[in-house]
Each structure stands twice: as structure tokens, then as C-alpha cells.
């Protein structure tokens, strides 16, 4: 009787390894089928590094290993006010210490600074990996801060090179992926509201525009290239957090690849009303809503660098002609598709009260990214 039981559980056994082994290999099968698919719709990079993006990315990691880099970050006098906070003043005493000291860290970038100014914006795309976003971030802090100070000694050709320094920085090291898109645009909101702020504090908006409207009008790519560029990655999916990434697990992170697609090249409703979903509908389309972050994200910044072009335009109006425009038709020199607001295709809104005029806001800011302080929405400027 034992002896039976154990034969019958030895049958067993082997049954259910089969199972299991029949499985793998159908998901093995599946898996090596659907990368084949995935690849063709794959966008790479060319392997071959210029020779500045090697010298760069050399300068950016030293920055990163300096033991004094941590001190900048998490320094108690980082001039706020200089990235956009509160009201403009001038920079105290102890915010310049900061200046300098982060200056001192970032010298080897000043030549690179230079050479990517030389480029061609269609040239300025990284090829290599995924760049640090604190250092990234710290760089554009340093930059916008080099910029306040420009603006205090009112040389404001120099104040409008730093903020362009920092958009060209963070556009020449995007790689074109969904991260490579979050951290250009976080970069880039730090110089839009520090932009802002720099109008109020009396940055001459003539030369800002000259030199900032070229980097701000559109994007180097859209969102469906961001979607393709992240499936090259697939090459690479025998690991996941260094070990070996079962099929069926490759399956499943794959699966909302083509309703992805599908979303990010429709109309832009279609995307708002798919992450305006309940909650519970969001979760089982998860697998869809990873690949249509790049395209949230191009559609943010978007709306954000609509407003400061516009806004920009109406600044640079004022500065020539000492008041503001009775509505944006009159921008003659600012063609009629940047005065659109990205979400709707209506013209910006646009108002003039006593003490000056208002931009904005967009459509994204009241519909997507409702804050809870309207008048420090990076979606509204406030022109005086």
C-alpha cells in the first residue's frame, strides 16, 4: 500500500513538473515570438558618442562623486528665490556663498556650456545611458542662480545665455526614453518659473526672447518616439533587478504596448479620458498606462512653454511700445500657432487689468494639473 502511494505521488510529481515545464516552454515560446515584435516597432540610438557627449557625461559623474555636492543639494541657502520662489529680491549675501560654491563644482561644464551652444539643436540628443537626474537638476539650480545675478548687474544678455545654457543642457542629455523625458522636463520647469520671475525682478524680454524662444518652441521628438525608444530596451529583458526575468513576467510588462500606441497617436481627449478613468478601471489597464507617461509629460510641458512664449511676446510688446497689447492678435512677430493653447487649439487666454496683463491659464493646468495656488501655476504668467 506505501509502496503504491508513493508511486502514485512520484506520477504526480512528475505530472506537475511536466505541467509546469509545458508552461515555461509555451511561455518561452510566446515571449521570444512577441520580443520579435516588439523590436521591429524599437527606436535605437546610434552606439557611436560623440567626443562632447563622452566629456560631459565624465564631468557630470565627477560632479556627482564630490563629497561636496550633497552639501549643495540639501544647503539651508540655496537661493529659492532665484528658481521662482516668492517674491524677486536680490540675493543675500550667504545665497551668493551658494552661487560661487556650485560654480566652483560645475567648472569643468563651462567648455562643454560652450560647445553645445556651437550645436545645431537637431544635434543635441544623448546617446548614451540615462543621466543623473539630481545632478541634472543641481546643474539647471546653478545655472538659473548664475542668471539672477547677471540680472542683478543688469547684464541681461548674460542672464538670457544662462537660462538658454540650462535648456540646451538638459535637451542635449535626453535620450529620447519616458525617463529621458521626465527628467528634460523637470529641468525645464525649473527654468520656466525661474524665467518668470526673472521678468518681474526687470529682465529685459527682448533679449530673453531672442535668445530662449528657439529652445522653447517644440520639442525634439513626440511621445510615440519616446514609447519606441523605451522598447529597445527589450533587447536587454533576460534581466530584471539582476536576475534573469521569466517570460511570463516579460509577457505581462509588454502587454499594453499597442493600446499605448494607440493613445498616444490619437487625439489628446483620448488620453485625458483614459487617465480619467476610476481608479479601479485604472488598475487593470495598467499595463497601457505605463506607456502613455512620456506622452502626459510632452503635453504638460507643452502647455507650459506655450504660456512663456506667449508670454515672452507680450513682454517684449510692452518693451517697445510701454504698454501691453489690447489682445494677442496684435503680436505680429509671433506666429499664430504659438498663441494656441495646446490642449484645446483655442487662442491662450488672454487678459489686461490695471496693473498689467495675464497669460494663460491653460487648459492642462485647470483640467490635468489643478494646484491649489492658481497665481503660482506654471501655467499662468503675470506680466507687470
Known amino acids: 500500500m506505501n509502496r503504491r502511494l508513493l508511486v502514485l505521488g512520484t506520477l504526480g510529481l512528475l505530472l ?22 516588439l523590436l521591429e516597432l524599437a527606436l535605437f540610438q546610434p552606439e557611436l558618442r560623440r567626443p562632447w557627449e563622452v566629456r560631459l557625461q565624465s564631468a557630470l559623474d565627477c560632479v ?4 561636496r555636492f550633497d552639501e549643495l543639494c540639501t544647503s539651508s541657502h540655496k537661493p529659492f528665490v532665484a528658481l521662482g520662489e516668492g517674491e524677486p529680491r536680490a540675493l543675500s549675501e550667504l545665497e551668493k ?3 560661487s560654491a556650485a560654480e566652483n563644482e560645475f567648472v569643468a561644464l563651462e567648455p562643454l556650456l560652450t560647445t553645445l551652444r556651437k550645436q545645431a539643436l537637431t544635434e543635441l540628443e544623448w546617446h548614451g545611458p540615462v543621466l543623473s537626474l539630481g545632478v541634472l537638476r543641481e546643474v539647471s539650480n546653478a545655472l538659473c542662480a548664475r542668471a539672477w545675478l547677471a540680472l542683478e548687474s543688469h547684464d541681461d544678455e548674460a542672464a538670457a545665455r544662462a537660462y538658454a545654457d540650462a535648456l540646451r543642457l538638459t535637451r542635449a542629455t535626453d535620450d529620447g526614453t519616458s525617463l529621458g523625458c521626465m527628467i528634460h522636463a523637470a529641468c525645464d520647469d525649473i527654468v520656466l518659473r525661474a524665467l518668470r520671475s526673472a521678468l518681474a525682478l526687470g529682465l529685459a524680454p527682448t533679449a530673453a526672447r531672442a535668445e530662449l524662444a528657439p529652445l522653447l518652441d517644440g520639442w525634439a521628438y513626440d511621445a510615440e518616439h519616446a514609447l ?11 534581466q530584471l533587478d539582476g536576475e534573469a526575468t521569466p517570460p511570463t513576467e516579460a509577457l505581462k510588462d509588454y502587454a499594453g504596448v499597442q493600446s499605448g500606441l494607440a493613445l498616444v497617436r490619437g487625439p489628446v481627449e483620448e488620453l485625458l479620458r483614459f487617465h480619467a478613468r476610476p481608479e479601479d478601471e ?6 497601457t498606462a505605463k506607456w502613455t507617461v512620456a506622452a502626459l509629460t510632452l503635453h504638460q510641458l507643452r502647455a507650459k512653454r506655450a504660456v512663456a512664449l506667449v508670454a515672452l511676446a507680450v513682454a517684449a510688446f510692452h518693451e517697445r511700445h510701454a504698454r501691453f497689447p489690447a489682445s494677442l492678435a496684435e503680436l505680429e512677430d509671433l506666429p499664430a500657432a504659438q498663441t494656441l493653447d495646446p490642449l484645446t487649439g483655442a487662442p491662450l487666454a488672454y ?23 492658481p497665481d503660482d501655476s506654471p501655467y499662468v504668467w503675470t506680466l507687470r
Open 228 to 238: 519606441r525608444r523605451d522598447l529597445s530596451f527589450v533587447a536587454d529583458t533576460t
Open 16 to 37: 506537475a513538473g511536466g505541467a509546469r515545464y509545458a508552461l515555461s516552454e509555451l511561455s518561452a515560446r510566446a515571449w521570444s515570438k512577441r520580443k520579435g515584435e
Open 64 to 67: 556627482k562623486a564630490s563629497p
Open 97 to 99: 556663498v551658494w552661487v
Open 351 to 373: 487678459a489686461l487689468d490695471d496693473a498689467g496683463a495675464r497669460v494663460g491659464p491653460a487648459a492642462w493646468g485647470e483640467r490635468v494639473d489643478v494646484t491649489s495656488h
Open 282 to 287: 485604472q488598475q487593470a489597464n495598467v499595463a
